[in-house]
């Protein structure tokens, strides 16, 4: 019987389009409808109306049990509706409910993401709903996922036990940017369930006022006997090295966002110190935050640079090792780096408006025990 598995769910918006990926359980066509929006004032439930003259479709030739279509021609600020739909050659028919979509905002434009992570590290199936739908509440534009999104990644049913499954709501409205970490293991699902630009481990985009990095730490550092070590150092000749020098030198963007899993800085268990040789680029191209995972606790830095506390240039780093919680990883006192942590289940909610920025973090049940605000 033909049925989704996965999705459908969005991968990589630009500023004029945005791909739609599901998963069938049986080679089939791909086809997406999708419609402009307008509002209708009679309902009570909130939904959009559809203006029935703007519908388009694409559609990809021959059957495939992973689909892949990008959406093209869109608005900048337009909500759309879209619907995903395969036939086999018999007929047999399935189709996906309508969800929304939008384009990546411009320069200039208000925008929200949340920040997750640790859905298979931690492995908790309960929770990672929970946050999944706490998320869902605050309508995030994009989810940073940042890393451990499974639980061995070269497994093929964790991808939906942990992640696919979970966030099915969430995801099919909701763009999301993964970075490997050690769970995802490299493995071949990572590049077939996501839809970067080449080497797909490591990249950047823009959203709004702000330019967004990911790294891949895990090619960077590696455990050997259970104690991390660099396997290069990360200077010129590196191939991160040089992309994220040349990335960070080619955006004007007001925010620089990075972020990567393994944590330079955290007062617990699992800090890789290793990962501070990525600091003095990040610092001067003037990253202002940086998100990592690994140790499954929420964790916020002062600002710092070169290795101390800077409060007037200094980078946030922001350990969100959100679907889980290991209070035993934490160490009995906070370091010197330390601004505020605790070891919940949690997500965080960050809001970009020009000059300011404003983060929060909550916990699974939908409560706030942090924030943080900058201005430039």
């Known amino acids: 019987m033909l ?13 004029v389009a945005v791909t739609v990926m599901w998963e069938t359980s049986c080679p089939a066509s791909s086809q997406v409808t999708w419609w402009e929006t307008e509002p209708v004032h009679s309902r009570t439930d909130g939904r959009m109306g559809t203006r029935p003259a703007s519908e388009r479709q694409a559609v990809a030739a021959g059957p495939a049990c992973l689909h892949r279509l990008e959406l093209s021609g869109l608005e900048p600020g337009r909500l759309y509706l879209y619907q995903v739909r395969s036939t086999l050659p018999t007929g047999e028919t399935v189709e996906s409910e309508t969800h929304p979509l939008q384009a990546a905002a411009p320069p200039g434009t208000p925008f929200s993401f949340a920040v997750t992570s640790e859905t298979g590290g931690y492995g908790d ?10 998320i869902r509440r605050f309508r ?10 499974v639980q061995n990644g070269s497994r093929y049913e964790d991808w939906d036990r942990y992640f696919f499954g979970p966030g099915r709501e969430l995801l099919a409205s909701t763009p999301f940017y993964l970075c490997l970490g050690n769970h995802e293991e490299h493995a071949a699902w990572f590049h077939r369930f996501t839809a ?11 959203w709004g006022d702000a330019h ?16 991390p070590e660099a396997i290069q150092p990360f200077g010129p000749g590196c191939p991160q090295y040089e992309f994220l020098e040349a990335d960070l030198a080619a955006t004007a963007a007001a925010w620089k966002i990075a972020f990567f899993h393994y944590p330079p800085y955290v007062s617990g268990d699992y800090q890789v110190e290793q990962m501070r040789a990525v600091c003095p680029v990040l610092e001067r191209f003037g990253v202002d935050l940086v998100f990592n995972s690994h140790t499954i606790v929420y964790e916020r830095s002062h ?5 101390r506390v800077d409060p007037d240039g200094g980078i946030v780093y922001v350990v969100a090792g959100g679907a889980g919680a290991m209070p ?11 601004a505020q942590s605790l070891a919940v289940p949690h997500f965080v909610q960050v809001a970009v ?6 983060l929060h973090a909550f916990d699974e049940h939908g409560h706030l025990f942090d924030s943080l605000h900058l201005h430039r």
Request: proline share 9%; charged share 25%.
């Open 125 to 134: 199936v309960e929770i990672d709903r929970r946050v999944f739908a706490q």
């Open 303 to 307: 600002p710092l640079r070169n290795g």
């Open 196 to 206: 970067y630009p080449e080497p797909g481990s490591y990249y950047a985009f823009d």
């Open 140 to 149: 995030p534009d994009f989810l940073l996922v940042v890393g451990d999104a």
């Open 3 to 15: 049925s989704i598995l996965k999705g459908p769910y969005l991968q990589w918006p630009t500023g």
């Open 353 to 358: 408006a020009a000059s300011t920025l404003e």
């Open 328 to 338: 035993e990883w934490l160490h009995p006192k906070r370091a010197w780096h330390t």
């Open 212 to 227: 967004f990095v990911a790294l891949d730490s895990t090619a960077l550092v590696e455990y050997r006997d259970g104690r």
